[in-house]
């Protein structure tokens, strides 16, 4: 059994000063925390829980760890992702999920289509706004969805985020640029079913039950909604009122047999496009042609078992404690046959 840190950001609600609540939507909360600790000690391991903030280096070196389970998120930067596994590098420390180049690619919507784009796997036109100013590229055609090109979680999406004429776009590009003060992604908003999809493992990636989204309005999309333990914990935050979702998820979707394996081979394609390792989540839509588009990856998916990942993989038949030990697994067997091909 293993010696394990899981690194982590917690939610910290005296840090937002006037910045927007949702840009806490990717830190963890005490309780998904501790159900994750708990889940692994399940499988004998010993678990340590450090905070990945400014201190970390010295605190993993102190830790000594066999292997970090990494959720950190990062504090700031364009490859805030990328921070665990760079120190970890450092350190000689073995780590859960993907590498520095695949967290900083993915994070990165617009590198993560480029990649798509050279495997041939379908994803939406887009573009890259660097300044309110910056003119449309003319082949990028109406409805347009704009997004902050690094960020996950839904951070800065809302019903406003899909624009249908050169009005809208313009107000939608000022008030992120000045509220987030970001790059954005202006991408060709495919109408259609949306999928989330979870792909775990490395030599053989297997993927979990396909997860629909069905939106309660015509051209629905995935906002920011907290848990409910987020809400009861910070009541300070919902002053202007709680985020309410536009969608329900119903897993496993209920598709035909080839939709089904058109959605599998293009998950794994993807996965190891990008070169994920243990575990990802992915967004896919489908178009009225029938075409399939990827729009994201996110190899650091929410790990909370409310969450659509570990949903998915208990539909698929296991635990919540059997999921999380697997991702473990799946890490400490990439450790075992690398140690092996270094003897």
């Known amino acids: 059994m293993a010696k394990v840190v899981v ?48 201190n970390i280096f010295e605190q993993l070196k102190k830790a000594q760890p066999e292997i970090v389970f990494n959720i950190a998120e990062g504090l700031r930067g364009e490859s805030r992702e990328s921070h665990i596994p760079v120190v970890c590098e450092m350190l000689d420390i073995h780590y859960t999920g993907s590498g520095p180049l695949t967290l900083a690619l993915c994070l990165n919507k617009a590198r993560t289509k480029e990649i798509l784009l050279h495997y041939n796997i379908s994803t939406p036109k887009f573009q890259v706004l660097q300044r309110v100013d910056q003119p449309l590229n003319p082949d990028l055609h109406y409805p347009l969805i704009v997004k902050l090109l690094q960020e996950g979680s839904s951070m800065g999406v809302s019903e406003k985020s899909i624009v249908s004429d050169a009005a809208a776009l313009k107000e939608q590009i000022s008030f992120l640029f000045n509220t987030y003060h970001e790059p954005l992604l202006v991408e060709e908003f495919i109408e259609g079913r949306e999928f989330t999809v979870g792909v775990m493992g490395n030599a053989k990636p297997r993927v979990l039950p396909i997860t629909e989204l069905v939106f309660s309005k015509p051209r629905g999309i995935v906002i920011f909604t907290p848990d409910a333990e987020m809400i009861e914990r910070y009541p300070q935050l919902w002053k202007d009122g709680i985020p309410q979702p536009m969608h329900r998820s119903v897993c496993p979707a209920e598709v035909p047999p080839e939709l089904k394996t058109a959605i599998e081979k293009t998950a794994v394609e993807a996965y190891r496009a990008l070169g994920c390792r243990d575990w990802c989540r992915m967004e896919m839509r489908l178009a009225a042609d029938g075409k399939l588009y990827v729009l994201e990856l996110n190899p650091i998916a929410g790990i909370d078992a409310s969450y659509w990942l570990p949903r998915a993989a208990m539909i698929g038949g296991q635990t919540y404690a059997e999921f999380v030990n697997e991702i473990l697994d799946h890490a400490l067997a990439r450790r075992n046959h690398n140690n092996h091909k270094s003897q």
């Open 7 to 54: 690194a982590f950001n917690r939610i910290h609600p005296e840090t937002l000063d006037s910045r927007p609540v949702d840009t806490m939507a990717e830190s963890d909360t005490e309780e998904t925390i501790n159900n994750l600790k708990a889940a692994i000690e399940s499988g004998g391991h010993s678990v340590e829980l450090l905070e990945a903030d400014e």
